[in-house]
């Protein structure tokens, strides 16, 4: 058996814009009926959604006969956990709140095998190695994982330039809603200082050779992050498209309220 392609990180190497969608549900049901509509990548939320490892996996069995490609957002980067969702099959990890390059390094190395890394050898045990039937696993994981940094703090994107330097980071991705309120905007990613930073990681990323992604689930703002040079951009929210549908369908039953205008960040 083949070791899995991870499409999701060949696309990244595409001048093509990968659109995602974010999965908060936490159930394999749900999933996979958001892997059926067409979105390019799915972000499988571990930090802010009640997910377990699991209930992660359930997930990626969920969704791999489809072309949406998975991404697990895991709640910290403790390289315990880094390993089981590893073990499990998530070949693209997203790990929040990366704030200095040796931070990055450390998310690496528990991607990676000894010598390159401290990964434990889980061999038979794992579905990653589809249970010993990819040869040559050991030495060639690394080929198809992908390691996505967050970068969503004051801090962070002052040692962006050295964080998407780090050799084994692909991609950066952006995070509007920690980083305004972490430099005194609450609620407000189109705030200047915001949007200043926001530029200035964007722009400090694609300069290391490395693919930047965010968070816009507000048409104008992906389109604009678009054009700043983003290339993969979650546009949309399951959790919100369920609840603004549901509650644009009651309204058209209903004395018109006060209409409710779309968060800009979640």
Known sequence: ?????????????????????????????AAEIIAGTGYDWMLIDGEHAPNTVPSVLGQLQAVAPYTTAPVVRAVTGDANLIKQLLDVGAQTLMIPMVETAEQAQSLVRAMRYPPHGIRGVGGGLTRATRWDGVPDYLTSAHEELCLIVQVESRIGVENVEAIASVEGVDAVFIGPADLSIGLGHAGNPGHPEVQE?????VDATLAAGKACGILAPNEADARRYQDWGCQFIAVAIDISLLRQSAQATLARYREPGTPQTPSRTY
């Open 1 to 29: 058996m083949n070791l899995p392609r991870n499409a999701f990180k060949a696309a990244l190497t595409s001048t093509q814009t990968q659109y995602g969608i974010w999965a908060g549900f936490a159930n394999g049901y």
């Open 197 to 201: 930073r926001i530029r200035h990681a």
